[in-house]
Nanobody, 120 residues
């Protein structure tokens, strides 16, 4: 069974750092896209950062210069290094990926979410 397993959330003071991890586990052919979304209370889920099909990274304007996305292909893992965290970064962070379970069949998967809370 394919799933995305997240870790690394927690409570941090403003200006601090956290690193989130997301590992794709199970049997699949390839990772087509993978990245992070977040959802704060009362808000819609929004894209934070991700790798597109070409392997290029993209970031929401609100996190550019503070968050860095990286990946370890051998571990099927993507990392989100979050620096200089602000109160408005508080949200549940979700890993999202499009995985090919067969060469020409893709499905979208979501992780269970990990809470990031930034305090003043």
């Amino acid at each position: 069974q394919v799933q995305l397993v997240e870790s690394g959330g927690g409570l941090v003071q403003a200006g601090g750092s956290l690193r989130l991890s997301c590992t794709a586990s199970g049997s699949f052919f390839r990772i087509s896209t993978i990245g992070w979304y977040r959802q704060a209370p009362g808000n819609k889920r929004e894209l934070v950062a991700g790798f597109n099909r070409l392997g290029s990274t993209y970031y929401a304007d609100s996190v550019k210069g503070r968050f860095t996305l990286s990946r370890d292909n051998g571990k099927n893992t993507v990392y989100l290094q979050m620096n200089n965290l602000m109160l408005q970064d508080t949200a549940v962070y979700y890993c999202n990926a499009v995985l090919a379970t067969m060469p020409t069949i893709e499905y979208e998967f979501w992780g269970q979410g990990t809470q990031v809370t930034v305090s003043s």
